[in-house]
């Protein structure tokens, strides 16, 4: 999918000025509140109007105000997820995943309900009134319902937020999921970098309604991991493999790690921050850290006064960051071997 | 309970009717401006509210007697429309109709307006991402959602029809058997002398229909509470 947009709106003292083009399946759109990210989807989604300027998909105007076009909402085939699932009230949950389908013209009704169904795991649900489902629910139907319209692009304005971390990261799985299993194209909004580097490969990066940058989710994490707090956060997905002293034992690459306060569940995706992460020039003989990993150097970026290092271990790979000092005294550079120390208790669980 | 006589059967139905079809005429008028005052902006929308509402600041007597000038022998309506299409409203009981509609049209258009106003706007533009166009999205996303603003405009109109006294003595006169609603009756009784008990007669079944049409109104509003 190309998006194209060259265009200004003006909204009482806000200015968005936005001149970019994007490629590909899984686009985000990442911004602090209030930086323009709502206004913009707004433009492609045609809620909003640009004082003057192009929007296009695929090459495709839908939006050109020298040649006065403006494609109605329900002709751009833009589908949508909100923040919250507002979903029809007077309509049972068949019904609102069907509102779309119906209106989509029969050539490009490609996915069906029982296809949708399967993968949100709703059935159940088909007859039920919508007052009467819960959180997870009700938005897993909002996506069906968006889905089931047969978007060219599905637009996904922050679409976790509304939710609880638990929830949260049982609905990522969901989103995913549909959008590989039908190839829809996506726009994730969020101000989550978690979010983003979990849904999307390409970001935009909006600030005071302009562009800021372009880049993979990757890179963008690592230029804020020096201007923020919680430093990058490592995401890490392990398998459990028993109990030992209180503690939990995960399978990572072909390490282990302690992790503690955590559930039995067979696999569970971690966060960890590359602040919780100690170096060692040489093996430390005792610490009180339950977690030791002899790791591998493979890249030293920078990010604001501080140093990202990328590590390899057992197969995995790890970033910390340690002051510019620090740096010096461990001797870092590419390919030398460190020791990681990381307390049971740095990691939490996600989902 | 003194017997009614023909004429007080006839002023009886004739208000439930001139209250009925008053109502139904009115409804997708004051839906569509409803719609327009909720929805839209447009130039004049002020002028068009200030307009909507006039008739429930106005005295009925002022109403009626405007109504009077546009519709009677000489009003450019009569001249333009009816006369040529041989229509004659005055002193008929289609004037009491319009005059009723005319008077109890805000108080339908305020009620569906509130109805339509606690619609998330978020779940008409979702339905619009979702393929409806603006016709669409007002049939099956605003009518059903604003449905329980129309029932309660609907009662609201017709109990307001119940009553119309001002407006359509003077538009339709007091013709016993031809134009007489319940309130002309009762004001008729009134006026005459031993009078009082059927005028008492007929505020007994004024009551008894604005009752049983609250009633209505409250067993609907549950209905839709159940459906929900």
Known sequence: MEMSINASKQFGSFRLEADFTVTGQRIGLFGPSGSGKSTLVGLVVGLHQPDHGIVSLDGEAIFDSRKGLNLPVEQRRVGMVFQRPHLFPHLNVKHNL???????????????????????????????????????????????????????????????????????FQIIPFLKNVCETFQIPYLFISHSMIEMRIMTDQVLSVADGRIAGQMTAEELARSRMGESHAGYINLLKLKYSHRLDGLHVYHWGNAHLFASGSSDLPESLFELSSTDIILFKRHPEAISARNLLQCRVTDVFESGNRLGIEMECGGERLIAEVVRQAAEDLGIERGIKVYAAIKATAFRRLG | MPGFTPTDYSAILLSIKVATTATLISLPFGFTVAYLMTFRKFRGRVVLDVFVN???????????YLLLLLLGQQGWISKVLLQPLGIKLIFTWKAAVIATAVVGFPLMV???????????????????????????NVITIILPLSIRGIIAGSVLMFARGLGEFGATIIVAGNIPGVTQTIPLAIYEYVSSPRGDVMAMALCCVSITISIAVLIFHEWLGRQMIRTD
């Not at chain 2, 509130?114 to 166009?133: H, K, N, P, V, Y």
Request: proline residues 6%.
């Open chain 1, 98 to 168: 069907l509102y779309g389908h119906r209106r989509c013209a029969p050539e490009n009704r490609k996915i069906t309900l029982d296809s949708v169904v399967g993968v949100l795991q709703i059935e159940h649900l088909l007859n039920r009134g919508v007052s009467n489902l819960s959180g997870g629910e009700r938005q897993r139907v909002s996506i069906g319902r968006a889905v089931l319209s047969n978007p060219r692009l599905l637009i996904m304005d922050e679409p976790l937020s509304g939710l609880d971390d638990s929830l949260k």
């Open chain 2, 54 to 64: 006039l008739p429930l600041t106005l005295p009925p007597v002022v109403v009626g």
């Open chain 2, 110 to 136: 305020r009620s569906i307006r509130t109805g339509m106003e606690t619609i998330d706007i978020r779940l008409i533009q979702a339905s619009r991402t979702l393929g409806a166009g603006w016709f669409d």
